[in-house]
């Protein structure tokens, strides 16, 4: 089962940067692999919310079903993914030194036979990595943007 890791510092305190991931609904504004979010419980945030993600990464596209398993404001968010894809992700948000806050986002991911399977989720890990980086690039963007605007 492939890990994948990403992070980047945001110039911004952890509240900000919580305040713009909190919102599941709004993940595809940053995350060019998440095309839409249909929620599947009445709650959108929150442990225990659950909803489908249209993904597409290069040619592979498939519904991921998530169900938010950990929620710390201002902390943590996790996910477990029980669709095609099944696994465990999780963003994290700690004060990084000299201010900011340090975001980091780790999944671990099994992979369906046709898409490869352990070998097919080895192999295209790189892949998913350079997307999520640029994933973390748009969301540093837009966080620092209206922090800037705020201030």
Do not use: Y
């Not at 991921?64 to 099944?86: A, C, F, N």
């Not at 465990?88 to 806050?101: I, N, W």
């Amino acid at each position: 089962m492939p890990r994948i890791e990403v992070s980047t510092t945001i110039a911004a305190p952890p509240e900000e940067v919580w305040a713009a991931v909190e919102d599941v609904g709004t993940h595809v504004e940053w995350m060019a692999d998440a095309e839409a979010i249909r929620f599947d419980t009445d709650q959108t945030s929150g442990t225990g919310t659950s909803f489908e993600c249209d993904t597409k990464i290069g040619p592979f596209e498939l519904t991921d079903h998530m169900t938010i398993t950990e929620w710390v404001p201002g902390e943590v968010m996790g996910v477990r993914h029980t669709g095609l894809v099944t696994g465990e992700g999780r963003f994290t948000l700690t004060p990084a030194a000299g201010g900011g806050t340090e975001f980091a986002w780790r999944e671990e991911l099994r992979f369906p036979w046709w898409m490869g399977g352990a070998v097919g989720g080895a192999a295209g890990a790189p892949v998913m990595k350079r997307v999520w980086r640029g994933n973390l690039r748009r969301l540093k963007a837009k966080v620092e943007g209206s922090s800037s605007a705020s201030s």
